[in-house]
C-alpha cells in the first residue's frame, strides 16, 4: 500500500509542477527520468546500504568533530553556561556556525571550493541537460548559502533573461548552506540530513526543467564565476568569521520572533475556535503528506509540521520535531526530516531577492515579481525529495 500511495504522490507532485509549466512543449523528459533515477539509487544507496551508512558515519564523526571544535572557542567565551549545559540551542547549535564558516573562507581563500564546486557543475550540466552557469550555482548554493552565492555570478547577472535568473534562484532556495548543515545534525538524524542534500540537488534541477523549461544557447553558457577581491588571509578568515556570527544572530532572532507569535497566534486559536493555528495548518497539509507516505493516522500532526517551516522557517519545524512530542513512526521521521532539509519559506523570498537587488537593482525587482513561484517551486522539490524517502525507507 505504501507503495502505490508514494507512487500516486510523486505523479501528483510532478503533474503539478507540469501543470505550472511556463511552456510545456519545451520540458525535456529525458533528463527528468534520469535525474528521478539517480535520486532513487543515490537514496537507495544513502539508506539502505553498507556502504551508505559508513559514508554517512564518516560526515557525521567529521561534523561532530568540527563541533567539538568549535565548542572549545564558545566554551572559552562563555565558560560556565556551557558547562552547566544552558542556553543549550544557541550554544550548542547556533554558534559554531562560526566556526564552519572560518572554514568555508580558509577554503575559499585557497581556491579549494571553487574548483571543486566549478567542476562538480560541469559535470553536472552533462546530466541534467542545463548550462554551465545553473549547475555551478546549484553546488555553489549548498556551499556558500543562499545569498552570498549570487555574488560569485555577479558579472553574468545582469545579461540572464528571467527564466535563467529563476532557476538560479530556485537552486538557491532548494538547497541549504553547508555552514548550517552541522546545526541540522543536532536536531535531525544525519543520515537524513545528507540524503536531503544529495536529493534535493537533482530535486532542484527537476522541478525547474518542468516549471521553467528553456534551452540555452553555448554561445551564452559560458561560465563566469567572480574572482573575490585580493585579501590577505586574515582578512578573508575575519570577514567570513564575521559573516557566521551574522547568520548565527539572524537565526537567533528569527527563531525568538516566528516561535513567540506562533504561540501567540496558537492561543488565539484555541480560545476563540477551539484548535491551535498549528492543529489547523496540520489539517490543510495532511493529504500532501499523507501522498509523501507519512500514514493517515500521522498525517495531521506531520501536516502541522511541514507548515511550521514553511510560514516561518526550517529551524523553528526542526526544533518542534527533535523535542519528540509526537511519537512519529521511524519512516514517518525520516519523511519528515527531509522534508525540512531547505531553505523554502517564506521569508527567503526575501532573503533572495535582496541579495540579488543589492548586486543589480533591475534583477532583483524581477526576482520579486516571481517570488511566490520561486517558494512554490522550491516547496515541490521539498515535497518530491520526500516522497522518494518514502519508497525507498
Known amino acids: 500500500m505504501k507503495y502505490l500511495v508514494g507512487i500516486v504522490g510523486l505523479i501528483v507532485f510532478l503533474v503539478i509542477a507540469w501543470l505550472a509549466s511556463n511552456n ?6 529525458r533528463p527528468v527520468i534520469v535525474m528521478l533515477v539517480l535520486q532513487f539509487v543515490l537514496g537507495f544507496l544513502l539508506l539502505n546500504t553498507g556502504v551508505g551508512n559508513f559514508l554517512i558515519k564518516g560526515i557525521a564523526n567529521g561534523f561532530n568533530h568540527l ?34 564558516s572560518a572554514l568555508i573562507g580558509i577554503l575559499q581563500h585557497w581556491k579549494i571550493l571553487p574548483f571543486i564546486v566549478k567542476w562538480i557543475g560541469v559535470l553536472l550540466s552533462k546530466v541534467n541537460g542545463m548550462g554551465k552557469l545553473e549547475s555551478y ?55 537524513y540530513v545528507v540524503t536531503a542534500l544529495v536529493l534535493n540537488l537533482f530535486g532542484g534541477f527537476i522541478i525547474a526543467s518542468i516549471i521553467n523549461p528553456y534551452k540555452v544557447d ?41 516561535v513567540a507569535i506562533i504561540a501567540l497566534i496558537n492561543a488565539l486559536f484555541s480560545g476563540i475556535i477551539g484548535i491551535s493555528f498549528q492543529d489547523l495548518l496540520g489539517y490543510i497539509f495532511a493529504p500532501f503528506a499523507f501522498l509523501m507516505g507519512v500514514p493517515w493516522d500521522e498525517a495531521v500532526k506531520a501536516g502541522s ?35 525540512l532539509v531547505s531553505f523554502a519559506n517564506f521569508s527567503s523570498i526575501g532573503i533572495i531577492s535582496g541579495a540579488v537587488k543589492g548586486l543589480h537593482e533591475k534583477q532583483g525587482n524581477v526576482v520579486a515579481k516571481f517570488g511566490l513561484k520561486l517558494l512554490f517551486g ?3 522539490v521539498s515535497f518530491v525529495s520526500a516522497t522518494i524517502v518514502g519508497l525507498i525507507y
Open 378 to 380: 522550491a516547496t515541490l
Open 305 to 339: 509540521i511541514m507548515a511550521t517551516k514553511l510560514v516561518s522557517n526550517e529551524f523553528v519545524a526542526m526544533t518542534t520535531l527533535s523535542q519528540g512530542h509526537f511519537s512519529f513512526s521511524g519512516r514517518t521521521t525520516a519523511i519528515i526530516s527531509v522534508f
Open 218 to 258: 553555448p554561445d551564452e553558457d559560458i561560465l563566469e564565476v567572480q574572482e573575490e577581491e585580493k585579501q590577505s588571509f586574515f582578512e578573508v578568515l575575519g570577514e567570513y568569521i564575521m559573516d557566521g556570527f551574522k547568520v548565527a544572530i539572524t537565526v537567533a532572532a528569527m527563531l525568538i520572533g516566528f
Open 67 to 100: 563541533l567539538s571544535y568549535a565548542n572549545s572557542g564558545v566554551e572559552f567565551v562563555f565558560g560556565n553556561l556551557v558547562k552547566h549545559d544552558q542556553a543549550t540551542f544557541f550554544l550548542g547549535v547556533l554558534m559554531p556556525i562560526i566556526f564552519i
Open 24 to 29: 510545456k512543449k519545451q520540458v525535456k523528459y
Open 137 to 191: 550555482n546549484a553546488v555553489a548554493s549548498a556551499i556558500l548559502g543562499q545569498s552570498e552565492v549570487f555574488i560569485s555570478v555577479k558579472k553574468q547577472l545582469g545579461r540572464l533573461p528571467a527564466n535563467r535568473l529563476y532557476t538560479l534562484c530556485a537552486s538557491a532556495m532548494s538547497t541549504v548552506s553547508m555552514s548550517i548543515v552541522g546545526s541540522y545534525m543536532t536536531l535531525l538524524q544525519p543520515r
